[in-house]
């Protein structure tokens, strides 16, 4: 098999893991085994796809691989027999038996997606287990990326994950979509679920791609979901309202060549107006309903100023240093402290951002955090400290995975001369 085609079957099947998965999961009720078929699938199209070519709908075709094999598991199971005797009663018909499963399982939530992220959030799980599981199923992100999202090792992740499943199915739980109040319960860690996913798209942690558009567009169309089936929850409405704002800048954050554009480099024209517009309808709705101090709401509030601001120089840094000490109160992390470390900089000069970023640096916590000496570097070159900019840029640059990002922090360490 050529490389060429072993790439693309290995991009198609990234794309439509997550669906198979929890299409399958709707269907057998075991995320394992979902995660099993999900895999069989993919080594029949590695051995069948370079002679046949890729299917005009691949997606679709992995999907009736993996039933029909989930098929035969269940038949040889017996549990077609024993959960699905009114609907299934001759199995001869595979595609037949497939659709009335389905039909039979149609749940409130009405998108598998979210419903699997739902049902992975089960409260027999840590909060940290629930988004590292979630988060590999359904954005499909190795154990790598997952640790670096929540700035803790590898094996840690991959523990939890393991943990999790077993948990599971030691428990004998299964993947139910929860209903009343069950769905609020579980809302806080499908809204961390979410805003990882987004947030792995927007800043790729590893790679040779800045960004990856599929996991933004995937976090953006569960926050709609989200949003509309529960109206009445402010913080669903001020992480989708953070989606759509960050989103609007994608065609202006990456250079022609591939390369990144900061912030205050960006042609704000070709910010995305329909997506601020969209993200500011989203906060009013968050705000009215009492959510303007959510976490979600305060960050989607934050990006309001940058979308706001016509000009680099119109923006109103002094209001995103006090949404940023709100965060603090709401929200408290060294991230959130790093970033306010930035707008305090902006606000009342470089000087103020080192002491502040210095404090952090001390704390240790983000010592192999790429933007923590980025930020220092860029502090200390607005203060006219060359010299030491340089270091703290190629400090950087040492400590990203991601090549776009590497380039970026060696330009800027090149510039200081």
Request: glycine share 6%; aromatic share 6%.
């Amino acid at each position: 098999m050529s490389a060429a085609a072993t790439e693309t079957i290995e991009t198609v099947f990234r794309i439509e893991r997550a669906r198979l998965i929890a299409g399958l999961a709707r269907m057998v009720r075991d995320v394992g085994l979902a995660e099993d078929l999900a895999q069989d699938a993919f080594v029949t199209a590695m051995a069948q796809w370079p002679a046949t070519g890729v299917p005009d709908n691949p997606g679709a075709w992995l999907m009736a691989a993996a039933k029909r094999r989930a098929i035969d598991r269940l038949r040889h199971n017996r549990m077609l027999e024993r959960k699905h005797v009114e609907i299934a009663h001759d199995l001869g018909e595979r595609d037949n038996a497939v659709e009335t499963i389905e039909a039979a399982m149609d749940d409130d939530i009405g998108d598998e997606l979210l419903s699997l992220i739902f049902t992975a959030c089960h409260p027999a799980l840590s909060m940290e287990a629930r988004a590292a599981l979630t988060l590999r199923l359904i954005g499909g992100l190795t154990t790598d990326e997952i640790a670096r999202a929540f700035l803790i090792s590898e094996a840690t992740i991959a523990q939890r994950i393991v943990r999790a499943k077993k948990t599971i199915n030691n428990a004998g739980l299964t993947y139910e979509v929860p209903r009343g109040n069950e769905l609020r319960e579980r809302l806080a860690s499908v809204l961390e679920v979410i805003y990882l996913i987004f947030n792995e798209g927007y800043a790729a942690t590893a790679g040779e791609d800045l960004i990856r558009p599929a996991l933004c567009a995937e976090g953006q169309r569960l926050g709609r979901i989200l949003t509309g089936l529960m109206p009445e929850e402010p913080e669903a409405f001020g992480l989708l309202a953070l989606m759509e704002i960050q989103a609007s800048r994608f065609s202006a954050r990456i250079a022609s060549d591939g390369s990144l554009v900061s912030l205050t480099e960006q042609n704000r024209a070709r910010w995305d107006q329909f997506l601020i517009r969209r993200g500011f309808a989203a906060l009013k709705r968050a705000e009215a309903l009492g959510g303007a101090n959510g976490p979600y709401a305060l960050q989607a509030a934050l990006a309001a100023c940058h979308a706001r601001a016509r000009r680099v120089e119109d923006t109103d840094w002094r209001r995103i240093a006090a949404l940023y000490d709100a965060l603090r109160e709401v929200m408290p992390s060294p991230v959130v402290d790093l970033n306010r470390a930035v707008a305090h900089s902006m606000a009342f000069g470089p000087d103020t951002g080192l002491m502040l970023v210095d404090e952090i640096d001390r704390e240790g916590v983000l010592r192999n955090y790429a933007p923590l000496p980025a930020a220092k570097g860029d502090f200390l070159f607005r203060a006219g400290r060359r010299d030491e900019a340089r270091t703290e840029f190629e400090r950087a640059a040492a400590l990203t995975r991601n090549k776009r990002e590497r380039d970026f922090l060696l330009n800027r360490a090149a510039s200081c001369v």
